[in-house]
């Protein structure tokens, strides 16, 4: 068993019945992001230098902070977490105005994020393999010369095997069908 990453939608409930009327093994193919994925959100707590995410970003003169700002959202969960650690009525007032700040700063967030995407796969598909343009600093937990490689190909079944392209699209795939039904906001969770 490994940590997932999931994308949430201020409508997934709405989204989730709408999965169930169609075809659920195929929605989850075409919009789900792999463990790899997962992995490489959170390579920032694992090497204490540029994150594959920030080199892919300086290679592709691409801003890609909308998507570490999409890791901040304050689920009930953390807020209840966060709410029992704090000792005083004071530190109970800072954690919601953090969780103000965060849940501010991802509202509306969907076609920004769409955009960066789409911009990522547009400008990545022109290297093709990645895997020798990236520094690992020794610590390839990736699977670099299989993730980083066959940008334009889908390796993986939709979350198993995926390569970086795949993820990439299915990112897009899932944004672009929550966008058409009515989604606005869209953040990571792991579990």
Not at 156 to 161: K, R, V
Request: aromatic residues 14%; contains cysteine.
């Amino acid at each position: 068993m490994g940590l997932d990453i999931h994308l949430i939608t201020d409508n997934s409930e709405e989204l989730f019945s709408l999965q169930n009327l169609n075809n659920h093994s195929d929605y989850f193919n075409q919009h789900s992001l792999s463990r790899t994925f997962c992995n490489l959100m959170s390579r920032k707590n694992v090497i204490n230098a540029e994150t594959e995410l920030d080199q892919i970003s300086q290679l592709t003169n691409t801003n890609i902070s909308v998507l570490y700002d999409m890791e901040d959202y304050w689920d009930e969960e953390y807020t209840d977490y966060r709410l029992f650690a704090a000792e005083t009525e004071k530190e109970k007032q800072t954690v919601f105005e953090q969780m103000a700040t965060s849940k501010e700063k991802l509202e509306g967030n969907i076609g920004i994020v769409l955009e960066t995407i789409e911009t990522l796969i547009k400008k990545l598909s022109h290297f093709g393999n990645l895997n020798g343009k990236l520094n690992s600093h020794g610590r390839d937990t990736l699977g670099y010369d299989y993730y980083f490689t066959d940008f334009d190909i889908d390796k993986g079944e939709g979350y198993i095997g995926n390569n970086f392209g795949q993820d990439l699209r299915n990112f897009r795939k899932f944004l672009e069908y929550a966008k058409a039904n009515g989604a606005s906001t869209v953040w990571f969770n792991y579990g």
